[in-house]
Every structure is written in structure tokens, then in C-alpha cells.
């Protein structure tokens, strides 16, 4: 048996580098570090072919941990070409002291776990083995190349060269007839440097792909040492971007702009370069395919315009897939490559290629002479590097058995079954959409987190649960349903560039601001759905979340949204007037504008009246904002939504506000507007003894309080009392308070800090009509249907009123929305099963409506 360690890294691209630094510098521990490579440089290190180089800007295309390495090292070009970035890996190398640490030239051959001495063996293609109590892999996610799927590359007689193992001398291409498979990222970069140098260059093209320029250009040394100089300003905000780069935030909706205007857009994000043009036009690009088809004819009439020959134009036309759906190229002259006399376009999907020859390529149509194949043609992404590593984990389970339907990893960095094992942007993490060195850092940091938890507590394992790892994946398959990524074939997004490879979900895409949201809360629960020496723990809440609500959160994030309990007032007032952008086009009804006498004066009141014969049921609705906040506004679609689907009438009523007026004017205001309501909605054709009161969140407060004084203030008779998400009493010490302490969304201290503008006196917190379950009696109230949502603090203080409701004999049901937060009701664009509190208030309150309209009922 070989050496012992804390831990093997395998890998030495930006993970593994900053792994051993991060592990053997800042932890203490002992490191050995594998590359099959015969240097540092990952990914850097093999592809060398001719154009290769970044596509985030450099400056931002680098590592972020350390000040020294961003002021000392000048970057010469925008986007660094290969050399270059190789050359930064081995300086970072060197000055990190890390190449001590690897065994270059040493390929993995196998990984096995035992249980008994909490280890992983690790073998090398030197038949020699040595032991860890935790792997590290850093092998990348397009590290393993795609193997041809046709016959005949013995046969050639010319020469195959892969773009990611390219030769180290280079290649002399000058009067070859040269071939290249492949217009992915690789194949747009490399095509029109061999354009340049052979005799004749022949592109085998299978599916056309959206390429967008790059937009790269030198650097001159003042603007290299002004930009290292000021990284910290030029990079701030990175992580807070969707793809972690400090771009422009994009506008809400490409639909939204009038065909001029988007094109300004479009022209703009175009001459810009790079991804910009993903990320900084409009938000539903990636969501919406009619706002996706607006970008990708944009980019059809550009290819038009710069390709000259029409046939090949179209050729190059991609039709089969949204843009950004397979991941985006950027090139530098690709498509003038097409104009050139030495260069053709061999469309191989109308002919697929059917075998390499002695002297070149056969097509179901033709025969080319080659001296020289170039293949560009992809990856086994995401899991092949894995998966080529002989891992067994325990009980002998591989991680080949594990995956055969697709990936399983909890946050794409652990395996069940699997343990101390860290598989750094692994398959289903969000590198796939992340700069990558930023992403990259944020794994590491994980990983020395969780190691060091472990090592701390003296435990000896760390892994996830079963559970987590099956949630994680719902939540990773949801977000990427939610986008319009699963509409492109071939796509490694989806594994399905390989035939054979299950088709599933290899990549999370929800963003890197919620990614990271995500990850921060599990390391802030103690590594939430993880097992620490064998100990489980519960999921952290942003796990539970439902996939649509989850991609909410994200999107608040991009867009800068302050946590609630950090607003001023205004900003309170604000974020809940922008609810209306999470909610469905408002449905056409007929809307009677109108006031109605509170104590302090008229208020205004919106009478949605649906298209229906009358007498109606009334829905008096109470609007939510934590009794500082909301309007008629805010509510204005869903109250259109609820008359039009119950056939009700539904009122909406202002009310007072706090701070400027608290308690009680709210409740005064609401149940003014109640009996207001009782004695007047018969002249537009309600029926008063059909009458329901309703509302959400502290609208929903206001209700349970108008339902008791209706009760103990001489009416009106209700037929019953629906409540969203209810706060019921400030005071009240509940599991869900505890849980769900930081939200998601709502906070407890957001909460708080609500209830205490409503209270004014915090004595008030005694009085039945702010906290109602301090009712004296709760017998004799209207029927209640009490809907709550899973993650949200105030969940169980009104599922206990619904129990102490139905405890007096009131009619009760209380349903609990799973993977809901607290305003679901708001989200009905983007969360389709916030369509299930519409469902349920329906089956709720139509047999109610039908029963009290029946003349014996
Ligand atoms: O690979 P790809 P890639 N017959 O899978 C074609 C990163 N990267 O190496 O779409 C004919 O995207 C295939 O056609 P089709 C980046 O993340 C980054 O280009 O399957 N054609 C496709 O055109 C990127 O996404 C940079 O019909 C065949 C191409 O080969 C990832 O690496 C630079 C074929 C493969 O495209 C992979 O990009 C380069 C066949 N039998 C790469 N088999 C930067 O700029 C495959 N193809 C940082």
C-alpha cells in the first residue's frame, strides 16, 4: 500500500490549483494532486488548437481569491487566447508553490472506497495506489472527448487530429486539404484559422449553430495595469450576476419592446461582444420562446447579411433551437470565413458522414480528399470525466451503475453513496451558466468548508442523504423545464451529444446568485442535507422550494432585490408593488371604481364583476403588505382572476396603512368596508347572504379579525372565511418560525418588523383584533379554508388557528401548499402551481356558494 493523505486532488486546472492551495496553505492538511497532464493548465493544458481562448473577458476569466495574483498579472487581450492562459495557470502555479504537490503525467485509474477505514484507495496508470480520507476532483466537465461515431479513422491515411489534444509542436497546415467536423464552440474558433493557413478547408457541418462575434481586441499595457490595478471595481457585482460576470442587467422582456427598439438593443449587445448579448438584452430570452425567436431572427439576418453566398447563408441559419439553448459561441471572423474561395460548407445533416476512406470523407452524397481531419465534435460532458475514473463507492456500487439513468448529485459537488468524495463542478452544479473560475472558487470553498466541519467534529464521514440528492435533482430538472433548454437536440446540456447517453439533466441553470444562495444556506445549517458522520441533515429550506418559486428568488436576486427585513419603508412599499410583475396578464372584466365610508373618511374600492347572471356570491378581499404596504394594484390580477374563475363578485377595498396609522385603523378601515359592502353589493348585483371575506397574508389578518367582530359586532352573516398565509399572532413560538427563520423571501425578522409598525404599543399584540387566535371564544365564526404555504415562517401559526377553529366546531379546512413561500398568490406568470390556491378556494367555496343559493339550503 502506497503513501496516506487527508486528501487527493485530481486535477490541475484553475479547480484543482486553487484546491491544493485552498487545502495544504489554509486548512494544513496533507495533499497529493493528480493530472494526467504533463503540467498545470486543465483544460488550457490540452486544447491547443489554433483559436482557442476565452469567452469571458480575462480580467474576469481568472481567479478572484487572491489580491496579489489579480494586481501582479497584465492580460495582453480582452478574451486571452490559449497560450496565454496557460501561461497565467502555470505563473499562478509557480506562484502558489502547488506544482510540488501533483504527480503530472499520471492518469487515474481507479477510486474505491472503504467503509472500514473511512478511505478512498486511488490507483494510477503507474499500477501504484495510495490512500485519502477525502478525493477532491477537479477533472473538469469537458475533459473527455467524444469518440467518432463513424467507421474508418485507422483507415485514413491522412492525419485526425482532435482539437482538445492538439499537439504540443503545433500543426503546419500551409497547402493541406483540410476537413473539420464540428461547429460547436471549438469548431467556430478554430475554422477560420485553418481557413487561413490550408490549401482548401471543408466544414462538415451537422447542425448550424448561433455564433455572435467576440469582440476581442489587444490591450495596451496602461489600460492591462489600470484594470489589474483596479480589479476590486471592476470586478464587483460578478457574483450577483445570472452568469457571474459584472454585466449589464438585462430588460424584463424582449415582448415587451417594440421591434425598433429591441433591434437598438440587439445592435447594442451585438457590438458589444461576448455574452452580453445572453445576458444583458432581456430577461425571458432563456424562458419565453416567442422572445427567444425575436433574438434568434436577429441573428439569422445577421449571418445573412455577412455571409454573401445566399445558399450558404441559409446553410448556416441555425432552425432547429433556441439561442443560448446549446450553449453560445462567440467567433472572431467565422462567417467572412464562409466568403473566402479556399473554404465550403458540406451540409452533413442532409448526408451524414458515413465513413472516413483512405483519402478522406465519404457523406451519404459525396467524397471528399482530406489530408488532414480536424474533429471538433464535443465532449462526454459533465459526467465522462467521472465516469472514466473506475469510481466505486460503497458497498461496491460504481458510480457508472449509480448514474445509468443520468446524474444524481446533490448540488452537483456530492454523491450518495459516495462519501468525502467532492466532484467540483459536477454535473447538475451551475458551472455549465457561471464563469467559470468563479464558480470554480465557490466549490473549492465549499469543499474546504465541509472538510473542515468534518475534521472539527471528529467525524468521518461526509455525504449527502438520499433524500437531498433526490431533491436536488426535482429542483435541477424543474428549473431547467422552467427554461427553454430541453428544446435543443444534441445538446451536451442534456447529454444528448452523445449517442447512448441518458438524456437528463446534466446542468442546473437557475443562475449563479441563486446557486450560491442556495449553497450559503447549506453551509449555514450545518450542511443541510448532508450526513456528517452518518448523521442526516434536514434539507435547508431553499432545497424544498418548488422549482418555479425557487427561480423567483433567483430572479430577485439578479435584479438586486433587498432582503425584506433590510428595506426602508419605501423600498418595502416598492417590492410589493412589484409583485405585479411576477403576475399573469391581468384577465379582462368589467372593474366598478368606487369609495366607500371608513372612520377616517372615503376610501377607494375596486367591484370586479364577472360576466354572469346575478345575483352573485361577493368576495370581500383584503390586499397583503404586512399592513405597511400593498394597494389595490397589487391585487388588481388576482382579484380579476378570482371573480372571473368564481363567478363571484369580488371588492376590493383600501385601507390604512402603518406606520402613519396603525393599529387598529387597518382593521377599522376593513370592516367598514365589510359591512359597506353587505348593505350595498346588491345594487350591482351581489347577494349579500353569500358573502365571504378574504384575504392574503396581513390581508388575510385583516379577515380573520373582520370574520370575529362580524360575529361579535352584529354582522354581517358571512358564508365563510378564506385566509392566504395568515399572520395570526407575533407572539407565537413555532417549529416553522424556527425552520424557515431566514425565509425563504419572508423573514421572521421581516415579520416582526412588520407587526411592530401595525401594533404601534406592542401591548396591542393582546388585542383579539390584531392577533386572533387571542379570541376569547373562536365558536360561532364563519366556515374557514386556511391555506399555507411549506416554507414560510408564519405557516404554523395559521394551521394552529385552523386547528383551534376547528376545535370550537367551526368548519375548518387547512391546506398546505408544498415548495410554497409566503406571496405565491402574487406569482401566477411565473409559478404555474400557484394555480392550486386559485383550485382550492374554488373547490372550497362553490358548494358553499350553490348550498346558500339553494332556496332549501
Ligand atoms: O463541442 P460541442 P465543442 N457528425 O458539443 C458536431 C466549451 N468551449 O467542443 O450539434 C457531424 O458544442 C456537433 O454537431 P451536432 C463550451 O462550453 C468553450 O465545440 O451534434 N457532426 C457540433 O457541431 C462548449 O459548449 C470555449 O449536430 C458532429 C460539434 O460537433 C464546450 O466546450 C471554446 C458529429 C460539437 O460541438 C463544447 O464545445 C471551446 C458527427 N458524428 C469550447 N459529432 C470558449 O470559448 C459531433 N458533431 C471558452
Redesign the pocket.
Known sequence: MGSDHDVVVIGAGFAGLYAVHKLRDELGLDVQGFDAAGGPGGTWWW?RYPG?????ESVH?SYSFSDELQREWRWSERFAAQPEILAYLEWVADRLDVRKAFRFSMRITSLVWDDGTERWTVGTDDGKTCTARFVVSAVGN?SVA?E???PGVDRFGGQVLR??AWPHEGVDLTGKRVGV?????????VIPEVARQAAHLTV????P?FAAPLGNHPIDEDEARWLAENHEEVRAGSRENFLGAPYEAPRPSALADPPEERRKVYDEFYGKGGFRLVISTYQDLLFSKEANDTIAEYLRERIRERVEDPRTAELLCPDDHPYAT??A??ETDYYETFNRDNVDLVD??SA??ETLTETGLQTAADHYELDVLIL????D?MTGPLLHMGVVGRDGLTLNEKWAQGPKAYLGIGVHGFPNLFTLTGPQSAV?LYNNPLAIEDHVDFAAAAIRRVLDGGAGTFEPTEEAERTWGAMTEGVLNMTLIPQA????YMGA?IPGKPRAAFIFPGGAPLYRAITQEVVGTDFGGFAIGGEGRPIPPMVQLDPAVALVLGLMLVNGAKPLEECTLEETRAAVESFTMLQAPPRDLRIVRTTFPSPAGEREARIYVPDAEGPLPVVVFFHPGGWIAGSLEVSDEPCRTLADELGAIVVSPDYRLAPEDPFPAATDDTFAALRWVADTIAEHGGDPSRLVVMGESAGANLAAVAAQRARDEGGPQLAAQVLLYPPIDPQADTASKREYVNGPFLSVAAAEGMWNAYLGDPANASSPLASPARASSLAGLAPALILTAQCDPTRDEAEDYGRALAAAGVPAEVRRMSGMIHGVFNMSGIVPRSRELYDAVGEFLQPLFSRAASPVG
Open positions: 486544447n482557442a481562448r476565452c469567452d469571458f476569466y469537458l467524444k467518432p461515431e463513424f482539437t482538445s467536423i464540428g461547429t460547436g464552440s471549438t469548431g467556430i474558433q462538415f457541418q451537422r447542425t449553430n446549446k450553449r459561441p462567440f452533413v445533416r451524414p458522414i471538433a465534435t464535443g465532449f460532458a455549465a437536440k444534441n445538446s451536451w451529444n
